[in-house]
């Protein structure tokens, strides 16, 4: 038997997203885990640690983020 590796979404965001949030709001409520803040702005690309969905930030970061 055969076990397929499970997809990994990986999503770009931007500026417009932040402060980002996962789950998403596009997201179905009924396959959702608890909202967790994700740290994008800090090395351009996090991981949520309840489903390993990976944030890729696209663009330049507005001021006063770091």
Do not use: Q
Not at 20 to 30: E, I
Not at 35 to 46: F, S, W
Request: with cysteine.
């Amino acid at each position: 038997m055969s076990v397929k590796p499970a997809t990994v979404e990986t999503i770009e965001v931007t500026a417009a997203d932040l402060p980002l949030y996962c789950p998403t709001p596009s997201m179905k409520l009924w396959n959702t885990h608890p909202r967790v803040a994700i740290p994008v702005e800090k090395l351009g690309e996090a991981r949520c640690p309840y489903c390993s969905t990976l944030y890729k930030f696209k663009g330049e970061l507005p001021k006063g983020h770091h």
